[in-house]
């Protein structure tokens, strides 16, 4: 019994010391500040979660460039328009949870014979109650790992096809620190032994980067004009937090506007990596975090395990 107690606690008085390290680097750090992006006219770009928070400060500052966006969200879409009058947005449903969903997105999106030159996979959950998705994967996994392989497996051509020698396509993945204390159980990609959701939510997080880096090491070693990148914004005051264990949310919620990033500040690095003619054809796409590639854990290096994850994922989804 002392034992299940202390595997469940583990995950998060590690997820909570870690966030309060970050915190502490965030507060004597000063905020990277996006410099001006170029235009960005005649692109597409899908931003998953582009409604509200990191999502949606990404899409507005794209439409203000020029290009086009899928994202979600009707009130968004009306907001960005409004400031930006000549920008071409709009909403288009994607369920993460529902692979079908995603399928459907991606089906409708080619019907309409649009190229991509961007994809944000940003979209997420984090400690959510133990629940599945609709084709039976937990949560995390299901959302913050799986439906993205699955949404960047379907338009990787084309990504591919509208990239150029010095215009390339990028995959932005938004990651988080918390991968730091992940592990990926390829046995248990579920999470159904001892289940914890500040775990899962770990573990989602890693699996994201180990996807971001295989993909970008596949794509240069087959010579396509795409990068693949894996971001981490920070603590960034949004509605990610809203399962945090209560006593801390409360305390969260008043704290969250004086000592975390705004949305904007968060989007930052995200827009950096998407966008930044620095960037072009960078050979090894990696992890960035305050504008910065940063070293992340040895996991996130292996080979074996960063393939074994691919492929165990394409068997899930059915793919070849």
Known sequence: MLSAVWIYLLPVLKLYLLGLKVLLAQLFSRPFRLPVMPR???????????????????????????????????????????????????????????LQCVRQFVQNFKERGLPLNILINNAGVMLIPESRTEDGFEQHFGVNYLGHFLLTWLLLDKLKASGKCHNFSRVVNVSSSAHRIGNIRLNDLNSCQCYSAHAAYCHSKLAQLLFSSHLHQDLQSGGFPVSSFAVDPGMVDTALYHHLWTPLRLAQSPMAHLLFKTPAEGAATVLYAALSPALEGECEGGYWANGCKEMTTPPTFDPQLQLSLWETSLQLLGLQ
Request: hydrophobic share 35%; charged share 30%; aromatic share 4%.
């Open 40 to 98: 960005q006219d005649g692109k597409v770009a899908i931003v998953t979660g582009g409604g509200r928070g990191i999502g949606f400060e990404v899409a507005r500052h794209m439409a203000g460039l020029g290009g086009k966006n899928e994202q979600e969200g009707l009130a968004a879409v009306r907001r960005i328009c409004e400031e930006h009058k000549e920008a071409k947005v709009e909403f288009k449903k994607l369920d993460l949870a529902s």
